[in-house]
């Protein structure tokens, strides 16, 4: 992963000058950055990862693991090992970040071809808007839910006061750009951090450990169903957005490194917060039914009032933090698919997105849960898919990205990567065979899904719980492009 060179400045370089490099709001948009302006470090990865993820909302995801009929120590074991290796191979799709110095999307061009990059670009501005929308309606209905509890409202005019400055806060960020975001992501982790940790202090006299080792266990296909639901909720559901926050990194910084500090950051805090929630929900399964309508508020149920609101400020912060990166990230995607807009106005059409999402769920839509986690495992089988067409198109490569042919069609990286586009169509199709729609009346439009599930006993067999489709997807892609695409890669890197 280190056998990287450091080149010289690219003409396609833009260097701003000192007065926009003063601007609170970030100018660079799709382009390679500037060599003057790479000067994180990998330690600095750190912080945005962890900030996205140490939400108490982590801890609702023992409820739907739960779900799955698995038993504690099951649990324990699916969380660990799904949520690091989901946040591993993000750690993986960094390394392109600081080798091209551009956005995600951007850098999938050596693999997909400048315009066959679209294909996945459509699918990863769609997962991003989805996450980033869900972060949102989740801070809405945790403050309305909160706020009833302190005796202070909670109805109509409460959600929409904070549904606006949710959405405000959000947009206002993600326009900012990657300096504001850095340095906001610093301060909330440790706020974040410090009422979680009393959280965890608040409520651990809630747990009865015989309660949780009397907790029956789940076969292999219910263990690989929740390892899989864990892979695509965490790790897995930021991986089409991961060389964003890694393309200000210097080209001499360590792979390793990298690699090590986005799994780090990513990890650590849903890691304890699952393995906590599967403690907390094992002990008190009543919390199971709200937290799939509410998580955050319904977790807070269990609260002492004096705590309320500093638990529901810290609470809406840690969500906000993890849609501002969606949406900053979104507006890039955008931007890659041809959009011929500022950055910061990318980011702003996204806001309105987001904003007009939130509204339609919170006041109007009857059931969310259900058909966003439908969504999530649709879009998650071709975004696996992508990942590891990017994956083997990383390990592939032994030089830096040709700066210019990332958005010339002439250039090496051609304008259609033909084997790319198949692999992802195909795996893709071959992914969606392998899952089904667990919402079937919440989103009947996805019970097409699971057509290859026959010969494992179909819709209603054990494995139809598994998902594989996602397992295979990224696998089946990864194998296919390493062996299909290596002499490709080679010749590319030999073009002068």
């Known amino acids: 992963m280190d056998n990287d060179l450091t080149p010289g400045i690219h003409p396609t370089t833009k260097s701003l000058d000192a007065g926009a490099r003063a601007s609170l709001v970030e100018h660079n948009g799709i382009e390679v950055i500037a060599e003057s302006e790479r000067t994180a470090l990998p330690s600095d990865l750190f912080w945005p990862w962890f900030a996205a993820n140490v939400s108490v909302f982590g801890m609702s995801y023992a409820a739907f693991i739960y779900g799955f009929g698995v038993s504690f120590l099951q649990g324990v074991i699916v969380t660990v090992i799904g949520v690091t290796v ?290 999530l495992i649709t879009l998650g089988t071709p975004i696996a898919s992508w990942a590891g067409i990017m994956i083997a198109d990383i390990a592939l490569r032994k030089k830096d990205y040709d700066e210019a042919a990332l958005f010339d069609p002439e250039g090496r990286y051609g304008a259609w990567d033909w084997t790319s586009i198949i692999t992802m169509i195909v795996s893709s199709i071959i992914g969606w065979g392998l899952v089904i729609n667990m919402f079937a009346e919440e989103a009947a439009w996805n019970n097409w899904q699971g057509f290859l599930l026959v010969p494992l006993g179909g819709k209603e067999g054990s494995w139809a719980w598994a998902n594989l489709g996602v397992f295979v997807s990224l696998v089946l892609s990864f194998v296919v492009t390493y062996l299909a695409r290596s002499r490709t890669v080679a010749i590319q890197e030999e073009r002068a």
Not at 148 to 164: E, N, R, S, Y
Not at 312 to 333: F, K, N
Not at 356 to 365: D, I, L, S
């Open 86 to 375: 989901s946040f591993f191979l993000c750690g993986l799709i960094a390394i392109a970040g600081k080798r091209g110095s551009a956005p995600t999307m951007i850098l999938s061009r050596a693999a997909f071809g400048v315009k066959g990059q679209k294909i996945p670009g459509v699918f990863s501005w769609l997962i991003s808007i989805g996450w980033e929308t869900f972060l949102a309606i989740m801070a809405t209905l945790a403050t309305a839910t909160v706020l009833a509890q302190l005796g202070w409202g909670g109805g109509t005019m409460t959600k929409i006061v904070a549904c606006l400055v949710i959405a405000a806060l959000i947009v206002a960020a993600s326009v900012a750009g990657y300096h504001t975001i850095m340095r906001m992501q610093s301060i909330l982790t440790w706020l974040t951090g410090a009422i979680t940790i009393v959280y965890v202090a608040l409520t651990f006299d809630e747990i009865h450990f015989s309660a949780i080792g009397n907790m029956p266990g789940g076969g292999p296909t219910a263990v690989i169903g929740a390892l899989v639901m864990v892979m695509t909720g965490f790790g897995l559901g930021w991986i089409n957005i991961a060389a964003d926050w890694s393309r200000y990194q210097s080209r001499a910084a360590s792979g390793r490194s990298i690699v090590c500090w986005n799994t780090l950051g990513g990890a650590l805090a849903p890691t304890l917060l699952v393995v906590f929630g599967l403690m907390l929900i094992g002990s008190r399964p009543d919390l199971q039914d709200g937290i799939v309508n509410d998580p955050i508020g319904t977790l807070a149920t269990i609260l002492p009032l004096w705590v309320l609101l500093p638990f529901l400020l810290t609470a809406v912060l840690a969500l906000v933090s993890g849609a501002v990166l969606g949406i900053y990230s979104s507006g890039l995607t955008l931007l890659s698919l041809g959009v011929k807009i500022p950055r910061p106005a990318a980011a702003f059409i996204d806001g309105v997105i987001l904003t007009a999402g939130t509204v339609w769920v919170v006041f109007f839509a009857k059931d969310f849960l259900g058909p966003f986690q439908s969504f």
